[in-house]
């Protein structure tokens, strides 16, 4: 069925949930989005499918102190964006995959929270252009989700030991898939692209000297957003949209 009109950049309801992969996925993709629904009155909560052990590149890095860390500063990312609350799931980052007992973990948060709107990585999108590959980490946060949103999260006969845990079922009613893949809901975030920057600058285990670069990249990605699809702003982010019944 299609929807009568354009499609929302805001969410109906009053609460969001963003599940993604790592600490600093949200701020990447979707960091201006956040800044801009909690300003306007959304209560934001967050839910990291792991804790990022393995985002370094130095070999002599201790994976469980870099964990350590990067929750730190994706608790303060998220903050800085206006965001409440923010829950690790702790699975070994760079060989997450879509297991019943990932579903299982973020249909108990989506039964916790109970958002009207949910907000997830594109699971189908594998590379970007020529100089982007998709870390299959994104993919599998992605699949997880919306298998998660649909239909487990609304079925009290998936995971029936989650309502023995008092989780009862929760129907998500919006979906906002991020993705540079054939969007069809562009968020303005031209008033709000240093907000995103401030909530990026926490990630400083994963930016540190490399902000600069890091701003330049991000804002032109933004651009070409805005550009790519003549949208009458600057600055933008892009979702599959989806209503769900």
Request: charged share 25%; proline share 6%.
């Amino acid at each position: 069925m299609m929807l009568d009109g354009p499609l929302p950049t805001i969410p109906v309801g009053s609460s969001v949930l963003v599940v993604m992969a790592h600490p600093d996925d949200a701020e990447f993709g979707c960091g201006g989005t956040i800044a801009k629904w909690a300003a306007a009155g959304k209560e934001v909560n967050y839910v990291l499918c792991t804790s990022g052990d393995k985002g370094s590149s130095d070999p002599n890095t201790n994976p469980y102190n870099l964990a350590k860390i990067r929750r730190v500063e994706q608790a303060n990312a998220a903050h800085a964006l206006g965001a409440r609350e923010v829950v690790f799931l702790s699975y070994e980052d760079g060989t997450l995959t879509n297991t019943l007992e990932l579903r299982r973990d973020i249909v108990r948060e989506i039964r916790r929270f109970r958002p009207d709107a949910v907000i997830c990585q594109d699971p189908t999108m594998r590379f970007g252009g020529n100089r982007y590959l998709n870390h299959p980490d994104h993919r599998a946060a992605g699949d997880a989700c919306l298998d998660a949103v649909y239909p487990s999260a609304r079925d009290p006969h998936v995971f029936p030991e989650l309502l023995v845990d008092g989780f009862e079922p929760h129907k998500v009613r919006e979906v906002f898939m991020s993705t540079m893949q054939s969007p069809d809901v562009w968020v303005d975030i031209t008033e709000c692209f240093e907000r995103k920057l401030e909530g990026l600058r926490q990630h400083n285990s994963q930016v540190g000297d490399r902000f600069d670069q890091v701003v330049e990249r991000v804002r032109e990605r933004s651009k070409f957003v805005a550009r790519a699809f003549n949208l009458p702003f600057e600055l933008g982010e892009g979702y599959r949209y989806f209503k769900l019944d």
